[in-house]
C-alpha cells in the first residue's frame, strides 16, 4: 500500500477501513437490492438493527446469508432501544450472534423525532466500554456529549446531521466543525443526509466517514443512488483534503491588473 492510500485509511478500534461510507440494512426491497447498493456504494462496513433481523433460518430467508460476515464488517446496532438498560443487553445479544465487539449504540429518548438521550447513552456507552466493546455511539450534534464520549474511551463519535430518516442534511455545520476541532477520534456523520451534496458537505467540514440508509433505500432508484453518494463522499474528501479558497465579500479578479493597458 502507497504512503497515499495509508493516509486514506482510519481506524476504529482495532478495525481499520478504507471506505468512507458506511450502509444500513433496513428498508430496502429485498436483500439482494441491499447488497446491490452496499457494492455500489462502496461500503465495507454495514449496520444491522439487532431487534429488527431475523437470525433464525427456521423463520425465514436471513439478511447476512446475502450480506456476509465474510464480506462485509457488520455494525450491529441497538436501535429500537430506549433505555440504558435495554441498549446493554442488545448489545451483548449483538456479540454472542455475530462474534464481534463492535456496536453502534443507540439509546433514544423521543419517539417522535429519535433523538438520541444523551444522559443515558453515556450511562449505556460506559458499561459497554468497561465490558470489552468497541462503542460507537450515536448521539446528537453536541460538541460537549463528544467530548465525555471521548473521554470514556469511544474510539469515534457519530453525531446527527437531522433526525433520522428526515433527509434534511446537515442542518448545524457549526457545531460539526466544532466537534471535529476539539475531539481527536473519528467523527462519522450519522442521520438526515439526503442527498449526494449534503455527503459531499459533510465530508468537506472534514467528517471521517458517513453512515446512510434512508437516503439510499428510499430513493427512486437505490442503487444509482449508492453510486452517488459514494462519488458525493469521495469528491468531499478530495476537496477537504485540497483545501477550499478563502471566502471573500467581494470580487477579485480572475487575471491580474497590474500591467493593464488603460485606454
Do not use: W
Request: proline content about 5%; aromatic content about 4%.
Amino acid at each position: 500500500m502507497s504512503n497515499d492510500e495509508s493516509s486514506q485509511s482510519y481506524r476504529i478500534g482495532e478495525h481499520t477501513f478504507h471506505s468512507r461510507l458506511i450502509i444500513g440494512t433496513g428498508k430496502y426491497e429485498s436483500f439482494e437490492q441491499n447488497l446491490e447498493c452496499a457494492e455500489a456504494a462502496g461500503a465495507e462496513m454495514v449496520t444491522v438493527a439487532l431487534r429488527r433481523v431475523n437470525f433464525d433460518a427456521a423463520k425465514g430467508p436471513r439478511l447476512l446469508d446475502v450480506i456476509s460476515p465474510d464480506r462485509f464488517t457488520i455494525l450491529p446496532n441497538t436501535a429500537g432501544c430506549f433505555s440504558a438498560e435495554e441498549a446493554i443487553t442488545t448489545a451483548r445479544l449483538g456479540r454472542e450472534l455475530l462474534d464481534t465487539d463492535l456496536v453502534k449504540l443507540e439509546v433514544i429518548g423521543d419517539e417522535r423525532t429519535l433523538f438520541p438521550d444523551v444522559a443515558a447513552t453515556l450511562e449505556a456507552a460506559k458499561v459497554l466500554l468497561d465490558d470489552g466493546f468497541t462503542v460507537l455511539p450515536y448521539i446528537t450534534d453536541d460538541p460537549v456529549a463528544c467530548q465525555r464520549l471521548e473521554a470514556m474511551g469511544c474510539p469515534a463519535v457519530m453525531p446527527l446531521a437531522a433526525p433520522i430518516g428526515s433527509g434534511m442534511g446537515i442542518r448545524n455545520p457549526a457545531n460539526l466543525r466544532i466537534i471535529l476541532e476539539t475531539v481527536e477520534v473519528p467523527v462519522i456523520v450519522d442521520a438526515g443526509v439526503g442527498t449526494a451534496s449534503d455527503a459531499a458537505v459533510a465530508m468537506e467540514i472534514g467528517a471521517t466517514a458517513l453512515l446512510m440508509n434512508t437516503a439510499i433505500a428510499h430513493a427512486k432508484d437505490p442503487v444509482k443512488m449508492a453510486t452517488a453518494m459514494r462519488l458525493g463522499v469521495e469528491a468531499g474528501r478530495l476537496a477537504y483534503r485540497a483545501g477550499r479558497m478563502p471566502q471573500r465579500l467581494y470580487a477579485a479578479a480572475s487575471s491580474p491588473l497590474d500591467g493593464l493597458a488603460r485606454f
